[in-house]
């Protein structure tokens, strides 16, 4: 029987196919990788899902549409998360604050509504006791700094109603920063938006980076005094989409504590995909408005594949590659997870939450300890979050 090395060590051992032992020793990785994975904590830093929270969708039922949802949370073993606050930065003045309002308080309502399962948080600590109890931590990040509608008090409102990072802008410009997908209008932040920053760290409320232009985010990460999030992130070495960092960002963004959470859609893990949909965006567009909503989605991607033939398939398996390519760029330490789940398109592998596991244990053949998985899962973020809470309060002198 050929037999040859799977180049895996595993309690001492090599597994060899069609060894007596390799299959009893792969059953043992995977018991090992779910015995960490379902002891952490597991936080994700974005989730599209507060939407669905102003509807009759219900959170602690499960459903067979969506990403996220409570049952299936347990499942995939995932009991941390931000909601994000998003809305298009299209919506701006007013309008943008008031509709932001509502998202924050249909959170506010989920941890009220089922105060046995879920724990609305603002701190670490807040986190790890609602984990030590057995509640989902909800925490909330602000999606695109056009919702401050340009005022510092606004800002100072949502830090106080337990927004705790801004993403300081979406898809397009705000009047003080420059997006990753707009024409550069600011030459990166305005004064203001450096005003933004400082506020930021004297709230104790994360700068986020991830959506920004590359000038944008060497601003920020020169005004900020506290460490600073990438909370749904790619590596732009592996696949090229604008909201990907490059590896000198992601050195920088580690270099002052900052921490890069791997996002999950299929277009920023796939370079493949990523060049397909840039080919095709044009038409996109065009179908979009021809046929828009949800319900013609399938009908745009056959138009789409007729001329441009089917689009690749991602694999769930780009993720593991960002991540690893991260923690080689920059360490351990400064690498976590921002799903984008609720917010596109998941590679193959990863359809909904339940599919988490997969990564502990896809990192654990890789070679990565236990102490490793438990940073990558959630430890990362949390030392983060208190490493921005202390230098709120050295800036406020709160003794």
């Known amino acids: 029987m050929k037999r040859f090395c799977l180049a895996l060590l595993f309690g001492g051992f090599v597994l060899v196919e069609g060894s007596p032992y390799a299959a009893q020793n792969v059953d043992r990785l995977q018991a090992s990788a779910r015995k960490i994975h379902f002891s952490s904590i597991v936080i ?187 909370s749904h992130s790619s590596c732009r070495a592996i696949s090229g989409h604008a909201r990907n960092m490059t590896d000198e960002m992601i050195k920088a963004l580690a270099a002052k504590g900052g921490v890069i959470q791997i996002n999950y859609l299929d277009q920023f893990i796939d370079n493949e995909l990523f060049q397909y949909s840039s080919k095709s965006r044009a038409l996109m567009t065009e179908l979009t408005q021809k046929y828009p909503g949800r319900e013609n989605a399938e009908k745009r991607r056959e138009e789409v594949a007729k001329q441009f033939g089917p689009a690749p398939k991602a694999s769930w398996e780009r993720i593991i590659d960002h991540i690893d390519h991260a923690v080689k760029l920059v360490g351990v330490d400064h690498v976590g997870l921002g799903s984008d789940f609720d917010g596109g398109s998941m590679p193959v592998g990863m359809e909904d939450v339940t599919h988490l596991p997969q990564i502990t244990e896809a990192l654990l053949r890789k070679g990565y300890r236990e102490s490793d998985l438990r940073k990558i899962l959630g430890e990362n973020t949390l030392r983060l979050l208190a490493d921005v809470e202390r230098v709120s309060l050295q800036m406020r002198d709160v003794r």
């Open 44 to 230: 994700d830093t974005h989730i599209d899902t507060t939407p669905r929270l102003q509807t009759d969708w219900k959170f602690a039922e499960e459903h067979n549409t969506g990403h996220i949802d409570l049952p299936r949370m347990k499942k995939g073993g995932l009991n941390a998360l931000f909601f994000s606050i998003y809305m298009s930065g299209t919506v701006t003045g007013p309008k943008a604050v008031s509709d932001s309002l509502e998202r924050i308080a249909a959170v506010h309502k989920l941890a009220e509504d089922m105060p046995d399962k879920v724990a609305l948080c603002v701190t670490a600590d807040q986190v790890r006791k609602a984990h030590k109890q057995g509640k989902i931590a909800a925490l909330m990040g602000m999606e695109g700094g056009h919702m401050i509608n340009n005022s510092l008090p606004t800002l100072r409102m949502y830090a106080e109603l337990g927004v705790r990072y801004l993403t300081l802008t979406h898809s397009v410009n705000t009047d003080w920063a420059d997006s990753s997908g707009d024409q550069p209008k600011h030459n990166g932040l305005t004064d203001f938006g450096k005003q933004v920053v400082r506020e930021l760290n004297r709230l104790g409320v994360m700068v986020d980076i991830s959506h920004v232009s590359d000038k944008t985010f060497w601003d920020a990460l020169g005004i900020s005094r506290a460490p600073m999030i990438a």
